[in-house]
Structure formats: C-alpha cells, structure tokens
C-alpha cells in the first residue's frame, strides 16, 4: 500500500450541545449528569398528547453560532420529524431540521503547517438529542437513561473539503473556540458536549469523482479521531487495492481496542420518512432580531488577539497563546487592567504561569492565582522593590489560590532588594580576590567562570540584589585584574 498515490476526501457532522438552562422542547434541566432518567419528563420522552414549544434561548444561541461561521441566517425556517427507533430514541422520532435548516453557506478560516484553508459549512440546524444506553458487561444488558433527551444541538454540517487529520483537528480546535468565546456550549468531547461525525473516501491523486464514503460515528476526542482516520483510510485503500468495493455504511469505532467495525448499511434521507413537524409552527426570523443578536456578539480570539498586538504592543506569539482560552485571554485582561503593566502581565502568563499549568496538569479555567495578587507583584517587580528571583518564588505561592498582600509579605520575610552599590561593590571584590585565578580564566576568554562569580555575589546578598547591577559591577570588578 502507497499513500502517496492516495488522497483522503472527508466531511465532518460536528454536534454540539447547547449551554441552556433547559431543554429545546420543554422545562427540564438541560445539564450534564444526574442520576439515571431525573432529567426527563412526558415531553422529551414523547408521550402522547404532549406538545413541544421552542426554547427561545436555543434560537437565539443558533443565530449566534450561524453569525459567528460566516452563514447565512434563513429568515423562514422550520422543524421535521426525523424517524427512526432506537431504545434511547423513546418516541422513535428526533426533532430537528432536513428541509429550511436556520444557517447555511459558512465558511472557517484554519492554519496548518501548509497555510492558510477556508473549509466551507453546507448547513448548520437545531435539533434535539437522543438519550444514551448504559451497558452493563456483567449482566450482559444495556439500561436507557433518557436524561440527555431534548439537549439542544447544533449540527454543523462541512463540505468534503478537508484532506488531512490535521485540518480535521485544526477545524474542530476553531469551532469549539469560537463556541467558547460565544459561550453557548463548553464543547467538553469527554461529557458528550461535542462530538463528531466523519465521512471519508478515497481516490487516487488526479481522480475528479469521490470514492465510496463511510460515517464513523460519534468520536468524542481529538486522539480517537485522529486514529479513527488513520484506520478508516488504510481499511478503504486496502480494500481497494485487493480488488474489493467500499460499501456505503455506518461505522463505529473502538478507542480502546484501536478499530473501527461495521453498525450498518448507511441510511439516506428517505430512510428516515422525514416530514414537516406537526406540532411546531414554521419560524419568521425577523431582521431586528438577526441585527440585535449581530450587535451583542462578543469579541472573538482573533479579533481579540489583533488588539492585544495593536494595544497592548504584545508579540503575534504571546497574544495568539492568551487568546487561545477565553478563561486566559479574560484573566490577562484583569491582571493588565489592575497592573497596567500589559507586556510584564502576558510574560508571567506565558511563561511561568503555563509551566506551573503543564506541571500540574491543570487548564486556564482551573486557574486558582488570584488576579490581584499578580497584579501586585507585577508592580512591585517592574517599581525594583524586590528582583525578580524573588518575584518567582512569590508567584509559585500565590500561583496555588493563596492571596496575600506583597507588601506585608515582602518586608515580613525581608524580601526588600538590596541597593546599596558600595557594599555590593565591597562583596564583588571580596569574591574576586579569593579567585584570582578564575579572574584571569574569564579575561582570557573563558566566560563560564562569570556566573560562577555573580552566584556568590547573590548568594552573600542573600538573592536579594538586581542581578543586573551585580552583573555590571561584578565585570567591573573582574576587569581591574
């Protein structure tokens, strides 16, 4: 097998859970979790003679979505009957949207190693999701939990334009910013929040028509994808190169075991008889609706990011690592505004703050260090009160939730930075004289004997010096030899 005489062609079905208080279709708590069926009531599970009404916040949710992926909005639009049984579907039909879907003709702007992509959107519409069956290995039965009946969902549906698991990645990794910024949903994969859909085929380099295609679904990580892909791929040509057909059908796949295996033959539209909803009225999506949801968009990571590069004088690096979490990006802004040291604030969050993230394994919205307590070390580092070795060892106490008041702090451990250059001066030489021969080593061009130098300098200071000054007066002294 040659991938290189292969391309992959994919579309995504990327479903996302809408962060509402309730439901699409009724007044049940729309949350993750919960003990088994407490979240449901007659409507979302379907019984006879209830009648769904609309969640205005799910509409006013969708719209932003639709804006935010450069869609247009349908102003007349309207809900169908989706029917299928399955044992977590327990009225055997999905609401959602196959004819006059609310956004369509979108577009997302990615970045990968090869530049710059626009991957087009078909569609995006609202619906509802279905339950979810608790397998019990034990008993060898599976237990329907209908809590998760009636979440609003948007599905956004891509064109086949991406070549690559990692435009793939890069794709999802736009969306669920986005969607974060907007707050709508938290596109946690591992809650269900987000999940994807992934059409595939292939067809050699040159080849115009596509490929018989496959739907793996229902991927709730990055790495299951980007697996799942690389199995589906292989599988398809394989099987094509053994003189054997692609067949068009539903897959799932199996993170633990690394395959991926057949569910069934996959279903077109009129599989599923869909007709227009009888109990929800067509939508009229006015323009002043459209125009005032257009207005309280918020700010976005890249429009955001070219104002902290404009404004703040930040580094295209630096504001494209804040601006990747909105939790980051909104803790930035509230250390730089109380600080008013904008370039010191992104460099202790881009640095030492990140690391200490990396070591505990924690994420931006874990973030225990209090905002104003940076804020004050910030000042007190840049106005020379203490250097900044001291500086760090203080954000490594705070950097744990602890708030305390620097000042108090700093002059109760006798933390002050020493200023006084003719003593500094008097240790310097001090330190020289008993290392004449390392004074020699360093003016003969053996330059690593010099921080030997400065690290007793600190050290007799206690750490408590501009390691700067005692750099210039420790060469100063070095050179008099």
Not at 130 to 159: F, M, Q, T
Not at 304 to 326: C, F, H, M, V
Not at 431 to 439: K, L, P, Q, S
Request: hydrophobic share 35%; net charge negative; proline share 4%.
């Amino acid at each position: 097998m040659n991938n290189k005489e292969w391309e992959i062609i994919m579309g995504l079905e990327v479903h996302v859970e809408l962060a509402t208080e309730t439901k699409i279709f009724c007044s049940c708590a729309a949350k993750f979790g919960g003990e088994p069926n407490t979240h449901c009531c007659p409507i979302c599970v379907g019984f006879p003679g209830t009648l769904p009404v609309l969640n205005e916040k799910v509409l006013e949710f969708a719209v932003k979505a639709g804006l935010a992926l450069n869609c247009g909005i349908t102003r007349y639009n309207k809900f169908d009957r989706k029917n299928y049984y399955y044992p977590d579907l327990p009225k055997a039909y999905q609401i959602s949207q196959l004819y006059l879907p609310f956004a369509f003709g979108g577009y997302v702007d990615i970045q990968t190693k090869f530049g710059e992509k626009s991957i087009r959107i078909r569609e995006i519409h609202m619906e509802e999701d279905a339950g979810k069956l608790n397998h019990s290995e034990i008993r060898g039965v599976s237990y329907p939990d209908y809590n998760r009946c009636g979440i609003p969902l948007l599905e956004i549906v891509s064109e086949p334009d991406f070549r690559s698991s990692e435009e793939v990645l890069c794709y999802l990794e736009k969306i669920k910013l986005i969607f974060e910024y907007l707050e709508i949903s938290d596109c946690k994969m591992e809650e269900g929040s987000m999940r994807v859909d992934v059409n595939l085929s292939v067809r050699k380099y040159g080849e115009e028509h596509f490929g018989v295609r496959t739907e793996t679904k229902n991927l709730n990580s990055f790495k299951a994808i980007e697996r799942a892909i690389a199995y589906e791929s292989r599988r398809q040509i394989e099987l094509i190169e053994n003189g054997e057909k692609v067949v068009q059908q539903t897959r799932r796949w199996d993170d633990g075991a690394g395959i991926g295996y057949a569910m069934r033959s996959k279903e077109n539209a009129q599989d599923y008889r869909y007709f227009p909803e009888p109990d929800i009225p067509p939508l009229l999506l006015t323009d002043d609706f459209i125009l005032n949801i257009k207005k309280s968009q918020p700010e976005l990571a890249e429009e955001k990011k070219q104002r902290y590069i404009k404004d703040y004088g930040l580094s295209e690096y630096d504001a494209a690592i804040l601006t990747n979490d909105k939790y980051f990006a909104d803790f930035f802004e509230r250390v730089a505004n109380e600080s008013e040291e904008a370039k010191e604030t992104a460099n202790w969050l881009t640095v030492h703050a990140m690391r200490l993230m990396k070591e505990r394994n924690i994420s931006p919205k874990d973030l225990k260090l209090p905002s104003s307590s940076l804020a004050e070390l910030i000042k007190t580092v840049v106005a020379g009160k203490i250097n900044r070795t001291v500086g760090y060892d203080i954000f490594e106490i705070i950097f744990d939730g602890e708030a305390i008041n620097i000042d108090e702090y700093i002059n109760k451990n006798n933390l002050v930075m020493f200023g006084d250059i003719s003593i500094i001066r008097e240790i310097a030489a001090k330190v020289i004289a008993g290392d004449t021969e390392g004074a020699a080593k360093y003016k003969s061009g053996k330059t690593k004997v010099f921080a030997a130098f400065v690290g007793q300098v600190m050290y007799q200071l206690k750490g408590k010096a501009d390691p700067n000054i005692v750099n210039k007066i420790v060469e100063e002294e070095i050179n008099k030899y």
